[in-house]
């Protein structure tokens, strides 16, 4: 099975910047999709962006396009997520997670309805933004 643990969580003001970080017992790029999901109290869980298993290919949320990026590292087991500008809303606990690309493609995993066809879930991150 596949375990997942985030990183690099913390508080910042407006504007500024973090890295997350998800690191996986195995080289899960091989054959999994990469995803990283928010949740804020009171709010509802959604996808904020995802990595291909396959190809590497990413996709991004509306909402953070031009604002945060994707990668993965050449070990092929660490995804990356940058968060540049960041904003109060941006405040959530952001989770990484995974699922084999053999039973779902990353349009269906990257949505935020896709949550519960993620198999695979990280303990969390937490991210504060702030004045």
């Known amino acids: 099975q596949v375990q997942l643990v985030e990183s690099g969580g913390g508080s910042v003001q407006p504007g500024g910047s973090l890295r997350l970080s998800c690191v996986a017992n195995k080289r899960i790029l091989d054959d999994y999709t990469v995803g990283w999901f928010r949740q804020s109290p009171g709010k509802e869980r959604e996808a904020i962006s995802c990595?291909?298993?396959?190809?590497?290919?990413?996709y991004y949320a509306d909402r953070v396009k031009g604002r945060f990026t994707i990668s993965m590292e050449s070990t092929r087991d660490t995804v990356v997520l940058r968060m540049n500008n960041l904003k109060v809303e941006d405040t959530a606990t952001y989770y990484c997670t995974a699922e084999s690309k053999i039973f779902k493609t990353v349009e269906e995993l990257c949505v935020s309805g896709g949550a519960s066809k993620m198999g695979y879930w990280g303990q969390g991150a937490q991210v504060t933004v702030s004045s």
């Open positions: 990595i291909s298993g396959d190809d590497g290919g990413t």
